[in-house]
């Protein structure tokens, strides 16, 4: 089951390092700052722990505009869909 909700950003985990696009992270926070953030990311719950692997820009955005939290689809899974996600 997947549910959306507002997950603190400083308890997601990002295993995968990414370098953004800085002037697509610039927009973003425009629109966040403006709209509100429209799309949520994807968060694997893992034994409790959060884990994101996609929605990099926005999460970038959202952390430099100062933010708590980041709206997020979560979806629990077992350590071994993690390990897919890691591999």
């Not at 949520?40 to 939290?69: N, W």
Request: hydrophobic share 35%.
């Amino acid at each position: 089951m997947v549910k959306v909700q507002e997950i603190p950003l400083n308890e997601i985990r990002r295993p995968l390092p990414r370098e953004n696009d800085q002037e697509k992270v610039k927009a973003l926070m425009a629109s966040i700052a403006e709209i509100g953030q429209q799309e949520p990311i994807d968060i694997l719950e893992v034994e409790g722990r959060y884990y994101g692997f996609s929605g990099c820009h926005r999460y970038e955005a959202c952390q430099r505009l100062g933010k708590e939290t980041i709206l997020a689809k979560v979806r629990k899974a077992p350590k071994s869909v993690l390990q897919m996600h890691i591999a």
